[in-house]
T-cell receptor, first 112, second 112 residues
Framework: GEDVEQSLFLSVREGDSSVINCTYT??????LYWYKQEPGAGLQLLTY?????DMKQDQRLTVLLNKKDKHLSLRIADTQTGDSAIYFC????????????FGQGTELSVKP | KAGVTQTPRYLIKTRGQQVTLSCSPI?????VSWYQQTPGQGLQFLFE???????NKGNFPGRFSGRQFSNSRSEMNVSTLELGDSALYLC???????????FGPGTRLTVL
């Protein structure tokens, strides 16, 4: 079945690294995404990874994919107070077009 | 390039009424998807349109419907509103159904 799980909260100090974790159940996932949502706003695409990749780096963001364990993580280096938001992991599944299946979201709080 | 636009941004309706929400995709994008976001259920897929055809539908009652026009703009309609329909409705566009989706700011619907 289709299910995406995330921990609900993460608190870090400014300047530290943040690691947000996600697990998914569908082995036919094609793309996996990370979106960011600030209060009162829509979803901002941060990055994505194709299911045949292990890692992707984009400036302060590093995505790691462990296909065997169906585990995805997002590392934010040098976390800033402006990174405080809710982060959603999402997957698309083969043969279901563009339907995105989202996790519950992880609320990241960055303390100065 | 302008992003995804959604109108109106806020709506207040009463139970039993109907509502129409509008979404204009990024120029050149032909695929539009709709999602409902609530605190209890999180982000759930409503439907996906491509070239004026509904390609995929989520698990929502028939009161939820949508359409797409020849210019790729999309509307969704909710009839006989219930209190539980209060949510943030998000529209996303992509060049084609399996491409990366970019979200609009959402329409906040409150049903009294």
């Amino acid at each position: 079945g289709e299910d995406v799980e995330q921990s609900l909260f993460l608190s870090v100090r400014e300047g530290d690294s943040s690691v947000i974790n996600c697990t998914y159940t569908d082995s036919s996932s094609t793309y996996l995404y990370w979106y960011k949502q600030e209060p009162g706003a829509g979803l901002q695409l941060l990055t994505y990874i194709f299911s045949n990749m292990d890692m992707k780096q984009d400036q302060r963001l590093t995505v790691l994919l462990n296909k065997k364990d169906k585990h995805l993580s997002l590392r934010i280096a040098d976390t800033q107070t402006g990174d405080s938001a809710i982060y959603f992991c999402a997957e698309t599944v083969y043969n279901q077009g563009g339907k995105l299946i989202f996790g519950q979201g992880t609320e990241l709080s960055v303390k100065p | 390039k302008a992003g995804v636009t959604q109108t109106p941004r806020y709506l207040i309706k009463t139970r039993g009424q109907q509502v129409t929400l509008s979404c204009s995709p990024i120029s050149g994008h032909r695929s539009v998807s709709w999602y409902q976001q609530t605190p209890g259920q999180g982000l759930q897929f409503l439907f996906e349109y491509f070239s004026e055809t509904q390609r995929n539908k989520g698990n929502f009652p028939g009161r939820f419907s949508g359409r797409q026009f020849s210019n790729s703009r999309s509307e969704m309609n909710v009839s006989t509103l219930e209190l539980g329909d209060s949510a943030l409705y998000l529209c996303a566009s992509s060049p084609a159904p399996t491409d990366t989706q970019y979200f609009g700011p959402g329409t906040r619907l409150t049903v009294l």
